[in-house]
């Protein structure tokens, strides 16, 4: 049975519309409807191109990186396949989905947030008397542009040392490029966290000034949320290491659940989450629902012409993002 993504013409040009992405391409001129019941249904239209020139990209049977240039056609796929490789090491391990209540994509450079003016008394849901007005909470756009920032790394090669290599393993090194794409992110993403985003709303501290960090003071902290819910703490190594040795921590069904989920949590009900992009003695409490937005002006940039054209030398993947504060109260900064 013949299908029409055997005789799909693939050129540059699928790389250069304006608003789509290579696959969003290929899957306008080549739908996946078309192979619902039939052995092609669950392949996207770039896993189908990747049938039709037999590529193997994974597992002891995946073929060497020269497979992609034997033919013209073939060639085109290889940006892309790159661009997967890499964004699919930025999403292994990645905890930036879980402190992020928004993902805004954008096609310029240009963003303004929006965020509330409500606070105190303002926030509660009084009861309305006849006749009298509802309280009003006000939206407005943010001063000052969210900034993006530009992050990626070069990949340094020549077609001649990775054409016999095993795309396999070849894999692994983009994937490491986009676990160091990812932890850029995070650090943009605590940094605003913690100094605000521009827009005179940094996150409020509470400082122990040298005072024991006990369970009593993570309760306190908890408390200041309100009306907000501390679901999330971020935390420094040395943080973890002091929580871990609190009694509190150390209930038998709060090492049940790490051993079984491999997920810790507090006793508050707040998931706790490690990182190494914090500085030390310092945790950031946050309620993941209206803290942060994530903007990315698209996705993962490769320059297809150079690799098309088998220059892996000096070819750049980057990506555009920037975070901004959506409610300011939603996150606080503890300093032990």
Do not use: C
Request: cysteine-free; glycine content about 8%.
């Amino acid at each position: 049975m013949a299908y029409y993504y055997d005789n799909l013409k693939l050129d540059k040009g699928m790389y250069q519309e304006a608003g789509r992405s290579f696959s969003q391409v290929l899957e306008r001129l080549d739908p996946s409807e078309r192979y619902k019941g039939t052995a092609l249904e669950g392949l996207d239209a770039f896993q189908r191109q990747l049938k039709r020139f037999d590529i193997k990209v994974r597992g002891a049977g995946s073929d060497v990186v020269e497979k992609f240039f034997r033919t013209s056609d073939a060639a085109v796929l290889f940006p892309e396949y790159i661009s997967r490789t890499v964004r699919q090491g930025m999403e292994e391990g990645d905890i930036l989905p879980q402190i992020t209540a928004a993902v805004t994509t954008i096609e310029g450079l240009d963003y303004r947030s929006i965020t509330s003016e409500a606070a105190g008394e303002e926030k509660e849901l009084k009861e309305v008397e006849e006749g009298n007005a509802i309280p009003e909470t006000t939206i407005k756009v943010q001063a000052n542009l969210v900034k993006l920032h530009k992050r990626g790394r070069m990949l340094v090669a020549t077609y001649e040392a990775v054409r016999f290599q095993k795309l396999d393993l070849f894999s692994v090194t983009l994937r490491q490029i986009g676990a160091h794409i990812a932890r850029t992110h995070l650090e943009d993403a605590v940094k605003v966290l913690i100094d605000g985003d521009g827009n005179d709303n940094p996150a409020e501290k509470t400082s122990l000034g040298g005072s024991t960090f006990d369970y009593n003071v993570l309760v306190e902290f908890w408390a200041k949320f309100d009306p907000y819910v501390m679901n999330t703490l971020l935390v420094s190594g040395d943080v973890m290491l002091q929580l871990l040795k609190l009694p509190e921590f150390q209930n038998p069904l709060t090492g049940l659940n790490f051993q079984g989920t491999g997920q810790l949590a507090t006793p508050l009900g707040a998931a706790l989450l490690r990182t190494s992009v914090l500085p030390e003695k310092t945790a950031v409490g946050l309620d993941k629902r209206f803290a942060l937005e994530m903007v990315q002006s698209g996705g993962v940039m490769v320059e297809y012409d150079k690799l098309i054209d088998r220059q892996l030398e000096r070819a750049a993947i980057t990506t555009v993002s920037g975070f901004a504060k959506v409610f300011p109260e939603a996150s606080q900064v503890l300093e032990l």
